[in-house]
């Protein structure tokens, strides 16, 4: 996300008061058959994937407890992310690229393709229940101090969402949306080669869900963050690619 205050103040402070779960993996397998990025999930591939459940973790939260399961796929050409999201009421206002979109019904990904570089640098990738992208690089320039480059552009994402109900309108009766991207290795090139069978890279997802006031964040990788947030790259979760 942006430089919020808010966030960015509390910075690396962990809370304290419940113990860290372990840092969870996550095995993406290799696609066995093509994708087409529409949103819709019918893809035959994705029936083969690990699924990612993302839960609740500040219960300090309004809103709904609505399940969000994402779930990653390879090829020689693409990482492949797709979510599913349970939604009585689905909203996203935003319209144009690098818009703030998780201010919006949104889903996040953060991908760290060097997890042992000395200064913590990832690529973040933010898209609204229309398919809106906001892409940005993050850079840990010194503890506890972070920058976002949102001029820094993915090249070649494709991004898809599929609404299943009205979208912004509170009287209809909606069901969820989903969502899929699939992001060319080339934009990973210049923190690692194309991954093979057996790297780790480490990512973590997250949704927002809801308008303000009754919003909820859920995360796969608990960020242990005193205040809802997911930047903490030392809490990502292990991305080991496999056949």
């Known amino acids: 996300m942006r430089m919020l205050p808010a966030i960015l103040a509390a910075g690396a402070l962990l809370a304290q008061s419940r113990p860290a779960p372990p840092i969870p993996k996550y095995e993406v ?5 093509p994708i087409t990025v529409d949103g819709r999930l019918d893809d035959k591939a994705w029936a083969a994937a690990n699924t990612a459940e993302l839960a609740v973790t500040w219960e300090s939260q ?25 939604d009585t009421d689905v909203t996203a206002i935003y319209t144009q690229r690098d ?18 570089q000395q200064t913590t640098a990832y690529i973040g990738l933010e898209m609204n229940a229309r398919g809106v992208l906001y892409d940005y690089i993050n850079i840990g320039l010194a503890p506890d101090f972070r920058r976002s480059f949102k001029r820094f552009n993915l090249d070649g994402v494709k991004v898809a969402a599929a609404v299943d109900g009205t979208l912004n309108d509170p009287s209809g009766q909606d069901r969820g949306w989903s969502l899929e991207v699939s992001i060319p290795w080339v934009n990973f ?5 194309k991954p093979v069978p057996g790297v780790s890279w480490s990512f973590n997802l997250n949704r927002w869900d809801g308008v303000e006031p009754h919003r909820r964040m859920t995360i796969w990788s ?6 809802p947030g997911p930047h903490a790259p030392t809490r990502f979760g292990e991305m080991l690619f496999v056949r």
């Not at 818009?99 to 949104?106: F, I, K, N, V």
């Open 29 to 33: 397998k290799r696609a066995a058959s």
């Open 62 to 86: 309004t809103g709904p407890r609505q399940k969000t399961a994402a779930r990653l796929l390879w090829d020689d050409e693409n990482l492949y992310v797709s979510y599913a999201c349970e």
């Open 99 to 116: 818009d703030p979109t998780y201010r919006d019904e949104a889903v996040e990904i953060f991908i760290n393709p060097r997890p042992g």
């Open 189 to 193: 090139e210049e923190f690692s080669p």
């Open 222 to 227: 608990d960020s242990m963050l005193e205040r």
